[in-house]
T-cell receptor
């Protein structure tokens, strides 16, 4: 079973920031938090990952709670191309990913 | 490198036929994963290889399924005597785990998938 919980769906307006939450209350000390997204008819695409500290890359930012029991993926300015299913995954020592149903993000023009 | 590639992208077959899919990982990656995804669900793990060794298989991988990774490069996934329930997207991912100060991190890169339809 997936070790994370996410809202089933979220909506955002174009060019506004989006905060996608993820709860992972049973996270262990060695679990990395990964975020992937999947556009229709495509394979999942890596977005960002982190362990304890907040992370930024060209696609997004990852804010990790101090107790690591939750995290938030931040898209700073949503575009129509960001409409996808976003998955939050815990991964330990490079084992296989366990995907949940993810959050379906809709971006309104 | 152009990323993970999979072939074919689409396969339609009749129930009872055998099918084989191919995955070419990113060249320097030593791990290769296979996942299956049905409509509206997240991908489900099937099996993975470390170089040419198959290290883990999911209970989803029935005896009709077999995967190989000869020489630790490309991989094939074969389904024998296909059933309608095998209709799904089959995804391949590759990675190269690395040790960091916090532990071992493993970013998997996925291919576009092979969509199988069993009639």
């Amino acid at each position: 079973d997936a070790k994370t919980t996410q809202p089933n769906s979220m909506e955002s307006n174009e060019e506004e920031p989006v905060h996608l939450p993820c709860n992972h209350s049973t996270i262990s000390g060695t679990d990395y938090i990964h975020w992937y997204r999947q556009l229709p008819s495509q394979g999942p695409e890596y977005v960002i990952h982190g362990l304890t500290s907040n992370v930024n890359n060209r696609m997004a930012s990852l804010a990790i709670a101090e107790d690591r029991k939750s995290s938030t993926l931040i898209l700073h300015r949503a575009t129509l191309r960001d409409a996808a299913v976003y998955y939050c995954i815990l991964n330990w020592a490079g084992q296989n990913f366990v995907f949940g149903p993810g959050t379906r993000l809709s971006v309104l023009p | 490198d152009t990323g993970v590639s999979q072939d074919p992208r689409h396969k339609i077959t009749k129930r009872g036929q055998n099918v084989t899919f191919r995955c070419d990982p990113i060249s320097e990656h030593n791990r290769l994963y296979w996942y299956r995804q049905t409509l509206g669900q997240g991908p489900e793990f099937l099996t993975y290889f470390q170089n040419e060794a198959q290290l883990e298989k999911s209970r989803l991988l029935s005896d009709r399924f077999s995967a190989e990774r000869p020489k630790g490069s490309f991989s094939t996934l074969e389904i024998q005597r296909t059933e309608q329930g095998d209709s799904a997207m089959y995804l391949c991912a590759s990675s190269s785990p690395r040790r960091t100060s916090g532990g071992i991190t493993d970013t998997q890169y996925f291919g576009p998938g092979t969509r199988l339809t069993v009639l």
